[in-house]
Structures are given as structure tokens and as C-alpha cells.
Nanobody, 126 residues
Framework: QVQLVESGGGSVQAGGSLRLSCTIS????????MGWFRQAPGKKREGVAA????????FYSDSVKGRFTISQDNAKDTLYLQMNSLKPEDAAKYYC???????????????????WGQGTQVTVSS
């Protein structure tokens, strides 16, 4: 079992930056892949960034490419999402999620992820 706890959300003006953190505990060695998702009211949960657990490759949705950076500090068992040049449409609740090793997934499909955090709210004012 993997436990994920997000933090770092808050309110910023458009153009500002935030860094989200996801603290990972439990069976961390079982994780093969991790992602950041977001969900705005009335909308589907949307994947925005993803990374192999070994950090070998990162992936971004078109909506955040060039503005967001996913990274990890394995020594601290923490996943990060650096968000720059924030726009009002980035406002949502952000979640980190993990996938166990050995499974093929669609990285942008929330249904394919095994474990989720409780989310952290990001508000962007124009």
C-alpha cells in the first residue's frame, strides 16, 4: 500500500508560480510510475504531468507543457510539480497518483492509477 499526501496549494495571481509537493510513504519501492492530475468543478479529472519512478522520462499535457515541471527527490520520497506562468484555467484541485510496477497504462487515464492523495487546491485570479 502506498500513501500520498499533497501540499503547497494556494491562491496566486495569473502569471504567478506555485510548487506542489507529494509526500510518498508505504511501499514506495512498488511504484513504477507517478502522475499529477487536476480536477476543476464540473470537469473530468485531467492528467497534466507524469514521470517514471526512476525519473528517466517525464511527460506533459499540451495545456501545461513549457510551464509546469514534474520532478522527484527519491531521498525524500517526494514528488513535485513546479507551476509557472499560471493562468486562471489552471485553477483546480491537484492530485498526485501512483501506479504499481509492471503494469502498462494510459498515463492520462485516472482509472489506471492505483493510489491517490487527497488533493490540494490551487486558485488563480486574473
Amino acid at each position: 500500500q502506498v500513501q500520498l499526501v499533497e501540499s503547497g496549494g494556494g491562491s496566486v495571481q495569473a502569471g504567478g508560480s506555485l510548487r506542489l509537493s507529494c509526500t510518498i510513504s508505504g511501499s514506495t519501492s512498488s511504484i513504477g510510475f507517478m502522475g499529477w492530475f487536476r480536477q476543476a468543478p464540473g470537469k473530468k479529472r485531467e492528467g497534466v504531468a507524469a514521470v517514471f519512478a526512476d525519473g528517466s522520462r517525464t511527460f506533459y499535457s499540451d495545456s501545461v507543457k513549457g510551464r509546469f515541471t514534474i520532478s522527484q527527490d527519491n531521498a525524500k520520497d517526494t514528488l513535485y510539480l513546479q507551476m509557472n506562468s499560471l493562468k486562471p484555467e489552471d485553477a483546480a484541485k491537484y492530485y498526485c497518483a501512483s501506479v504499481r510496477r509492471g503494469r502498462a497504462i494510459n498515463m492520462w487515464s485516472a482509472d489506471d492509477y492505483d493510489d491517490w492523495g487527497q488533493g490540494t487546491q490551487v486558485t488563480v485570479s486574473s
